[in-house]
């Protein structure tokens, strides 16, 4: 769960600040 989270988090914050890893 804390890992999906952790995605989903990831792709809110990606949507607003696409970052290249």
Do not use: A, I, R, T
Request: charge should be positive; charged fraction near 25%; hydrophobic fraction near 45%.
């Amino acid at each position: 769960m804390l890992f999906k989270l952790s995605m989903y988090m990831l792709h809110k914050v990606n949507k607003y600040k696409p970052v290249s890893k």
